[in-house]
């Protein structure tokens, strides 16, 4: 078993509200894209940077005040 590393339980509840914010926004594009496009439009775009600012890894930076 691996041991706990110090910074997880806050990383792991900074991700779990990502998980919560994104699954949000989706669900308010998907019931946008036939009545205003533009608002899906808007929130594929904050997914993705959302997303490529977790793929970065820039972990401290999530965690730290």
Do not use: Y
Request: aromatic share 4%.
């Amino acid at each position: 078993m691996l041991d706990r590393v110090p910074f997880t339980d806050a990383l792991d509840a900074f991700l779990q509200e990502v998980v919560r914010a994104m699954h949000a926004a989706v669900t308010l594009g998907i019931r946008s894209i036939d009545s205003d496009p533009a608002v899906s439009d808007k929130v594929l775009e904050d997914c993705t940077e959302t997303l490529s600012v977790i793929m970065a890894g820039h972990v401290q930076e999530w965690i730290n005040p």
